[in-house]
């Protein structure tokens, strides 16, 4: 079975603080993507990335930054969290050639 | 952007009931899938169908897609309580690298 890890199930930092979500895949998945999940707006593709040290935006980026070293690692970081980062955020993978993802289990985001 | 907006937002139903789900979207597209979340976990793959096909069965779900109407539903059969969840659309409109466009969510309550 696929399976994605995320870090943490619960987050909370302050306003300012980097803050660092990371998102392991287990079968050598070529694509991986950062969604952030709000109520009433569905997910929303903050970056993915189709393979190692390889990035491209999604639909919200502001804010937010990545990184890929190793293949099976996906990180999402905040430069300077402030309180509408606020959220569910959502690790996926995927096979190139396949448009099925593969979701970890999220970490909700609090910042105070 | 969000493209799949599925009606309802939400569905409360008896066990044993049929539940159907709605999805609409915008652009063209290669194929449809159907997730489903629940509460406060990750997004769990349904069924995929191509914009070639028009219906599609899967245990207990039949999708169905109208690529002139740009919409698709959801049918999940004989409900039962271990459905309530929500249930999410999303299509690959790319073309390109697995990336997907989700809606907004239909929440699906099935009561004993």
């Known amino acids: 079975d696929v399976k994605v890890t995320q870090s943490s199930r619960y987050l909370v930092k302050r306003t300012g603080e980097k803050v660092f979500l990371e998102c392991v895949q287990d079968?050598?998945?070529?694509?991986m993507f950062w969604y952030r999940q709000d109520p009433g707006l569905g997910l929303r593709l903050i970056y993915f990335s189709y393979d190692v040290k390889m990035k491209e935006k999604g639909d919200i980026p502001e804010g937010y930054s990545v990184s890929r070293e190793k293949k099976e690692r996906f990180s999402l970081i905040l430069e300077s969290a402030s309180t509408n980062q606020t959220s569910m955020y959502l690790c996926?993978?995927?096979?190139?050639?396949?448009?099925?993802?593969?979701f970890g289990p999220g970490t909700r985001l609090t910042v105070l | 952007s969000q493209q799949g907006e599925e009606d309802p937002q939400a569905l409360s139903i008896q066990e044993g009931e049929n539940a159907t789900m709605n999805c609409s979207y915008k652009t063209s597209i290669n194929n449809l899938q159907w997730y489903r979340q629940n509460s406060g976990r990750g997004l769990v793959h349904l069924i995929l169908?191509?914009?070639?096909?028009r219906e599609k069965h899967s245990g207990r779900l039949r999708v169905t897609l109208d690529t002139s109407k740009k919409s698709s539903s959801l049918l999940i059969t004989a409900s039962r309580a271990a459905d309530t969840a929500s249930y999410f659309c999303a299509t690959d409109n790319t073309g390109t690298a697995s990336k997907l466009t989700f809606g907004t969510g239909t929440r699906l309550q099935v009561t004993l």
């Open positions: 079968m050598d998945h070529e694509n």
């Open positions: 996926a993978s995927s096979w190139t050639g396949s448009d099925t993802q593969y």
């Open positions: 169908i191509r914009s070639n096909e």
